[in-house]
């Protein structure tokens, strides 16, 4: 029998994609760095490099861009959905909130 989890799995590529726009504004802050200390080297090998380093700087900039595009738009799309069932659903998502509600003063109020 094979169990699958969708939302889990969802949540781990959405921590993947997290990791991948940090590291990429890493990244870049990075290279914006190196290439303003090396912006008094002249020699045509620094030159090559800083113009190669400055093209995957904006390539990276603009995957990052997407990604964070990505990101927000599957947010807002699962706060329509949650609204949507909320809707539908209002008193059930009322009781569902006072559960928790209570379940969580319980829990913080034991000493």
């Known amino acids: 029998?094979?169990?699958?989890?969708?939302?889990?799995?969802?949540?781990?590529l959405?921590?993947?994609?997290?990791r991948v726009l940090e590291d990429?504004?890493?990244?870049?802050?990075?290279?914006?760095?190196?290439?303003q200390a090396t912006a008094h080297d002249v020699s045509e090998k620094a030159r090559e490099a800083r113009e190669r380093l400055?093209?995957?700087?904006?390539?990276a900039?603009?995957?990052c861009a997407e990604l964070e595009e990505g990101v927000l738009a599957r947010a807002k799309?699962?706060?329509?959905?949650?609204?949507?069932v909320i809707r539908?659903?209002?008193?059930?998502?009322?009781g569902l909130a006072f559960?928790?509600?209570?379940l969580l003063g319980v829990l913080l109020g034991r000493k």
Request: no cysteine.
């Open 1 to 12: 029998m094979e169990t699958h989890f969708a939302n889990l799995e969802g949540a781990r």
């Open 99 to 102: 559960a928790v509600g209570l």
């Open 54 to 59: 400055a093209q995957a700087l904006e390539k």
């Open 61 to 63: 900039k603009a995957t």
């Open 77 to 84: 799309d699962a706060a329509r959905r949650a609204d949507s």
């Open 14 to 18: 959405n921590l993947a994609k997290e």
């Open 88 to 94: 539908q659903h209002p008193y059930e998502s009322i």
């Open 24 to 35: 990429l504004r890493q990244l870049s802050r990075d290279a914006e760095a190196l290439l």
